[in-house]
């Protein structure tokens, strides 16, 4: 029986072996070069068989060394494989079968001896494909009548040491299948992470999520709709792929409705459809006359589910081919992303209103208040006045408290004048009115008025006069505001305002010897109703700094700060000589 | 001062208005007549004769200060009367005056003194 090892030696044929399938790592190239190797080498005839995904056993490569026998043997590949044939009772002991004796070919293989013709096998070894114990599928070796040869006990290591390395390579050539279809997920994934990443509304995160959605599974179209805020319609946000005609935005569908995709919404499960006359079924129930070029048998409706709901769905179609589990898996994981990117540029499409509808209300409110508080002023005032002129109509106590009245109101106005400011500002309507400037005399004027007995402020610098284009008033708003401020977080401590110039510029510097600024806040307290310190001790909206730097940065200047904990505020205006509006 | 021509105050805050016009007499700023809307202001003017100076609010209802404004431009026996602009936050081009409220008095008694002489 042996004398089949004519050539080359079995060693040889082994690390020839591994050369070759280590060179060829995809199963088509292995299947064929363990056929190729086994014959003529050891057997006259080889068959390999893999288990497919639905577990039946299937020819893939074939080797004989008569070109007829071979031609025969690939005709066989679709016929059934019988549950009694060698290969199959290999595979289901998990252990390889000798037929030594043959008898009819029906044992060995398939269904009918004539197939195979003469030479008729005499022999045959079925070696089980077992990676990682995994039944891979099974290696047939056969000698026929014609060559003298019998396979038997003594061929079987070689056998199945070639089937073993060959189940090894094709783990192997599996396992980096995975990795390659993992990494070309992940780079999908990413791609669509990336797109939506910038979108600030949801039919940006539409726009650029549906093209790499579409792209990850070569769908034909793919569409997305969000569910609305009070969760009774789902809105249209974009398609891609669909006819011009269907895309434009705006399109919705009660949430209520007895279709798929509401129903989807509804329940937050996916729901898969295959073949081309019940996708053109489903499509016909996304917008009324929507039909895409050509059959679509692959469909998805995939539920976009956040933590708390579920925001929108995804709708995908494919030509050709239905959506597989991989196909599926990924488009749930595309779908959870897309529908975190939803949610977030919903809620910040919501703060959005929010602010905006935040300043309208200041604008309005302060519009508002300004009618009665001038009734009140100009009552209080011109009974003060006629009291002037008359000289004491009214007693005296009630004058008294006429005047703090008066006092108050004032101060409710400049409030009022403050909270305009910030929606004048918003709105972008501030508007200087530039006039050639002396700022000395600007800055005596300014700290003559603020004679205060809780703390004296000093003027330097302020003897000669220091010109240039500015908008006085804002200016002196400008200086009103952080000279308040020293005097409130001054501590009673005198506070020093000192005014430089050179050519090119004018610098005001406020600065006091109080509670100061910690390191944290000082580029916070110049934002929009921003204060450093707790409102509970300190009144205000917290807009002065805000409208001061508006206001200097208007006049293209710059507004620094220096200042430590307990060490007092350095606040200095730096201005262009010629504030080019 | 020649106080004789008076003053148009149109406003449509009723409080507002009745205290404004009670501090323009205090101050002895001659007859005081009174408007709710820009269309009632356009009324008076027809009916009697011509003021010193229209004070003006924008924002009213009927007629606002703007088609009030219009108004009174196209029309050539109106126009030459100063106008001065008692607004929240708005103002009008070409005009006399414009006074934001709440009004500050002695601002307004100033510019009132220098139309009126």
């Known amino acids: ?581 | 001062m020649t106080n004789d021509a008076g003053i148009l105050l149109v406003e449509d805050d009723t409080d507002l208005r009745e205290a404004l016009a009670e501090f323009l007499a205090d101050e002895g700023f001659g007859p005081v007549d009174t408007a709710a809307n820009g269309a009632e202001a356009l009324r008076k003017l027809h009916d009697g004769p011509p003021p010193g100076v229209i004070l003006l609010d924008l924002m009213m209802p009927v007629m606002d200060g703007w088609a009030f404004r219009r108004a009174q431009l196209a029309d050539s026996q109106l126009a030459p009367i100063p106008v001065v602009v008692l607004s929240a936050a708005d103002s009008l081009p070409d005009v006399s005056a414009s006074l934001r409220k709440p009004v500050d008095l002695d601002a307004l008694s100033g510019v009132l003194r220098r139309l009126l002489a």
């Open chain 1, 1 to 581: 029986m042996s004398s089949l090892r004519r050539s080359p030696a079995p060693s040889t044929l082994l690390a020839y072996a591994s050369d070759v399938f280590a060179a060829a790592p995809d199963p088509e190239s292995i299947h064929g070069t363990i056929a190729k190797l086994a014959v003529p080498a050891f057997a006259d005839a080889c068959v390999v068989l893999r288990v497919s995904d639905d577990g039946a056993l299937r020819q893939v490569a074939t080797a004989a060394a008569r070109a007829d026998q071979e031609r025969r043997i690939a005709c066989s590949a679709r016929l059934p494989i019988a549950a009694d044939a060698l290969v199959a009772r290999a595979l289901s002991q998990g252990r390889s079968r000798i037929a030594a004796d043959l008898i009819s070919r029906r044992t060995i293989l398939l269904a009918d001896e004539e197939d195979f013709g003469p030479p008729t096998p005499v022999s045959a070894v079925a070696v089980p494909m077992i990676a990682r114990g995994a039944l891979l599928g099974a290696v047939l070796f056969l000698s026929t009548a014609d060559s003298g040869r019998f396979l038997g006990e003594s061929d079987l290591p070689l056998a199945e040491e070639l089937t073993r390395r060959a189940a090894v390579s094709l783990d192997n050539a599996r396992l980096l299948e995975e990795a390659r279809a993992t990494a070309t997920r992940l780079l999908n994934m990413q791609r669509v992470g990336a797109a939506v990443a910038l979108a600030r509304t949801p039919r940006e995160v539409a726009a650029a999520a549906l093209p790499h959605v579409a792209a990850a599974v070569n769908a034909a179209s793919a569409a997305l709709w969000m569910v609305d805020g009070e969760s009774r319609r789902l809105d249209l946000l974009d398609s891609h792929g669909w006819p011009e005609r269907f895309r434009a935005p705006g399109q919705r569908a009660p949430l209520d409705l007895d279709v798929p995709l509401a129903e989807c919404a509804r329940d937050g499960q996916p729901r898969w459809y295959s073949g081309a006359e019940d996708v053109s079924r489903i499509l016909a129930t996304l917008a009324p006359g929507l039909v895409l070029l050509g059959p679509q048998t692959g469909f998805g409706l995939i539920p976009l589910v956040t933590e708390s709901r579920t925001v929108g769905v995804l709708a995908v179609s494919r030509r050709g081919t239905r959506l597989e589990e991989d196909d599926r898996s990924l488009l749930l994981a595309l779908a959870a992303q897309c529908a975190t990117a939803l949610d977030r540029a919903r809620l910040l499409e919501d703060l959005r209103d929010a602010v905006r509808l935040r300043d309208e209300f200041l604008s309005i409110a302060a519009h508002e208040l300004r009618t009665p508080l001038s009734t009140i002023q100009l009552s209080i005032g011109s009974a003060l006045k006629a009291h002037e002129r008359s000289a004491e109509i009214l007693p005296e106590r009630a004058h008294q408290r006429l005047q703090r009245a008066g006092d108050q109101v004032r101060k409710l106005a400049e409030l009022l004048e403050r909270l305009l400011d910030v929606s004048r500002i918003t709105a972008g309507r501030l508007v200087l009115s530039l006039e050639e400037t002396d700022l000395a005399a600007t800055l005596r004027d300014l700290v003559g008025r603020h004679e205060d007995p809780a703390a004296r402020v000093a003027l330097e610098g302020a003897e000669n006069p220091v010109r240039g284009t500015w908008d006085r008033l804002r200016l002196e708003q400008a200086v009103t505001n952080l000279l308040s401020n020293a005097i409130k977080y001054g501590e009673g401590k005198p506070v020093h305002v000192r005014l430089s110039a050179d050519d090119n510029e004018a610098t005001i510097e406020v600065r006091d010897r109080g509670i100061g600024i910690a390191h944290d806040d000082r580029s916070r307290i110049f934002g929009r109703f921003e204060r450093a310190v707790s409102p509970r001790n300190f009144g205000g909206f917290g807009v002065g700094l805000w409208i001061t730097r508006e206001i200097v940065e208007a006049m293209h200047g710059r507004i620094e700060l220096e200042s430590g904990v307990g060490e007092g505020s350095t606040f200095r205006i730096v201005l262009p000589r010629e504030a080019l509006a």
